[in-house]
């Protein structure tokens, strides 16, 4: 049964039927003409405006929609990204999936076959060129849109998404420019919808037991956490045309900073209150040298080839730090280059011990002896397993997606858009979390001095609860 | 045989066989007064001048002195440190030590006890208060002199060691502030004698194989290194009148650093080929909150007792990253306060893999799968121990000492003495791996932006041979 959002608390603008592609170019006009041009927004190393630039509509720190009977999504990108995530999405109870979008055909042709596989309504198809998202978009019967795109277009498409009266849910890095950052937040405020930046690993079920035992104090005062993303990309190199590594490449070419921080720091500002009651402060960024993807493209493909035309100037690992109000501290490394094993780091520091992965591990004081790491996980789960994970777990588990924590967040955000609850990561978390990548940018090509984060809550922060996942199993 | 080291190719400045206290007094005058009043040199988190201050004498970059049939050692500091040294020492060929020194009456027993036990020839014995040391000092038949005293006297000591004409043997760190760094360096060029920095963590067994590694190339090009002294240390708060604990803990109260960064970060330096053919250019440093020893005390000592009324100001975890001049990236981390199993990290990471302890891993692209990290590290010791660890390992496994890497240590450096080698930690090392103190310090106030380096070396850096340790076996 369809559910006309118009009717929540919250207006949003108007908007026809159907606009032609001048009309969407006019709403385009609202953002800088350059990221459009470009291809990619760059701070180019230059310290930006981190000033509280717009006006306060109306905080959403604890924003709740109306509960929604059924949540009607449309999607845009149906690459690697978004048809794993549909699969999912058909899954759960009370979601449809009305529209979807992508440019490449091939990609629409794999989520008709999906579909048909799992004997689902046909959703309405948008595939005519890159800016088809808008016809998606101009639709008056979604009321939230999954952004599975190259990370250019994500805050872009999220603004667009929001000021066409419906919740963005977008892939990570929702922004890549302190400017992208203002935008969402400035758009998430006007138009009192969410901005929700997908942070899968905030429902991994390490990192939801870690938010546990982390809420029930048994890391004592947190004092240090640690985050990564180290995961060797290179053979993404080998996408020309099409998938992750025919864009991500690029920016390896163009930015030298922290690229992709969001999938560990995410976890991290959730222990630690980011945004409700402590925010990140300031950021200091290196970045060692750029010499792995010259090398491997040397070694990979004939010299003339692409790949061996380009300079790689992002630094193989960089490390970042970073300073929260109430002087915490978190590293937060990026390293998708060298030849070593996968981590997210995901270590969580307080005054009674540490947790920490890769591996799983952790060393309590009230265990007793603390001087060597813990690594038999069953007895933290067996007290500490989060009831989101436990509420989850079987269909995780069945369904898959980097471990279950895809279904988790899928099942999750649709649970409290149903039930008129604040979503785990507002708009502000996505500021937050994104930031990091210009901010290191600016830090790493200034020695390394450190950038002041911008207040994206605009003071609320300081005000508001706790972060904690709630009421992830009544009223479902 | 004694062996007049004045015969040696540099000539030292002659010092009468004996002085009074008053004269040593005129001595100490050279050093600043705040030095003996304070107790404890701090830069107080200000940015300290960090230019070249001295005319350069003759650097000491790859300075040997004559070789020296037998070396004879002074040893000041009978403690903890002090005691167990000379026990190593006296297991060495060509090495006779001539006078201890330590103003604590037990600490002069346990030594003569130790001595009588090994059957020695007994030392001169100087104990007569703080500055008995300089009556050592005085003798003209000392070569070098072991300084194994609380950290605020090692500094003060190396310099009054080397105006005496002798080579300094100093304990970790060498000095506290910038100031007292270059003290180090002007007295090691002025007097044409050895400061060396008695680190052994640069004479383990991991950490030479490591550097076996690296020079032999199996990491490719070096981008980044990771470093920390993590070890709990709160019990050493129990120390109340003698003990390291005594005069440790009032660092804790008087400044936020990167306290004892040393261990961690001597063999990176050395990988790094840092003070020759590299340097370190800047450093950015944030601290967590100080929360831990104020709760330990709470909770082990009465509430009117002595270390329940300090103000615990350094905080529990200091992360602090290095740029160096070629680019590289260095993290170094200091916690002897949070509940954890210890740590010095030691990893280091090139384009062809990284190497890391704690535990023992190593992943290489050349082994074909590297993304999983391979603990067995029987197959890299047969292939990368170094000869030094080989020719040393049955002598240093019976000797003990830190698994071996103290008597590794001082035979090592013995030896270079003995043939005329330069030592493989010279005054530039021992100012630029212990500067991080006070740079971590002022980066940390100062919202953490960067800290440059001083250049300790005055350019000659950049023509300096790389590091290694050679001759380790020959001319035995």
Redesign the interface.
């Known amino acids: 049964m369809s559910h006309d959002i118009s009717n929540g608390a919250n207006v949003r603008k108007p908007l026809p039927e159907k606009r032609s592609r001048r009309e969407f170019l006019q709403t385009a006009s609202l953002l800088p003409a350059a990221l459009y041009l470009d291809g990619c927004a760059s701070s180019g190393g230059q310290k930006e405006n981190v000033n509280n630039r717009g006006d306060t509509a109306g905080s959403m720190i604890d924003y709740a929609h109306e509960p929604l009977d059924k949540v009607r999504i449309g999607i845009i990108g149906m690459g690697r990204r978004g048809l794993p995530m549909m699969r999912l999405l058909l899954a759960i109870d009370g979601v449809e999936v009305v529209a979807i979008s992508d440019p490449f055909a091939p990609a629409l042709d794999n989520a008709r076959k999906l579909l048909t596989e799992h004997g689902a309504a046909m959703p309405a198809f948008y595939g005519d060129g890159d800016y088809a998202y808008r016809e998606l978009l101009a639709r008056d019967d979604i009321d939230a849109v999954y952004i599975a795109t190259p990370w250019r277009w994500h805050a872009p498409m999220a603004v667009e998404t929001m000021d066409s009266g419906k919740h963005a849910l977008v892939e990570v890095p929702a922004a890549l420019t302190i400017d992208e950052c203002w935008q969402l937040v400035d758009a998430s405020e006007r138009t009192q919808r969410q901005c929700m930046m997908m942070e899968n690993v905030c429902y991994g079920r390490e990192e939801l037991m870690a938010l546990n035992m982390v809420r029930e104090g048994v890391l004592?005062?947190l004092?240090?956490g640690e985050a990564a993303y180290i995961h060797?990309l290179r053979w993404q190199m080998k996408d020309m045309d099409e998938g992750t590594g025919s864009w991500r490449t690029g920016w390896h070419a163009r930015r030298d900073a922290n690229l992709y921080p969001t999938h560990g720091l995410g976890p991290i500002a959730q222990y630690m209150n980011i945004n409700r009651g402590d925010r990140f402060?300031?950021?200091?960024?290196?970045?060692?040298?750029a010499?792995?993807r010259q090398?491997y493209a040397q070694r990979e493909f004939p010299a003339d080839h692409q790949r061996n035309q380009e300079t790689y100037i992002c630094?193989?690992?960089n490390?970042s730090?970073?300073?929260t109000a109430?002087?915490?501290?978190i590293?937060v490394q990026h390293d998708t280059t060298?030849?070593?094993?996968?981590t997210r780091h995901n270590l969580i520091?307080?005054?009674?011990?540490?947790y920490g992965q890769y591996p799983d591990r952790f060393?309590?004081?009230s265990l007793g002896d603390?001087?060597?790491?813990q690594h038999d996980m069953s007895t933290l789960q067996e007290r500490y397993d989060h009831d989101l994970w436990k509420r989850t777990e079987e269909a995780a588990n069945e369904l898959g997606g980097h471990g279950g924590m895809d279904f988790v967040m899928l099942w999750r955000t649709i649970f409290c858009l149903r039930n008129g609850l604040p979503l785990d990561q507002n708009v502000y978390d996505a500021a937050a979390w994104s930031v990091v990548i210009p901010l290191s940018e600016a830090s790493n090509a200034d020695?390394?001095?450190?950038m002041d984060f911008p207040d994206f809550t605009r003071g609320a922060w300081q005000d508001a609860a706790p972060f904690n996942i709630r009421d992830a199993v009544s009223n479902a």
């Not at 020695?447 to 450190?450: A, I, T, V």
Request: avoid cysteine.
């Open positions: 004592g005062e004092l240090h060797e402060d300031y950021l200091s960024s290196m970045s060692s040298p010499l792995g090398l630094g193989d690992m490390t730090l970073i300073k109430r002087g915490r501290t590293m060298t030849p070593r094993p996968y520091q307080g005054t009674n011990g540490v060393a309590l004081e603390f001087h060597a790491w020695r390394g001095n450190s």
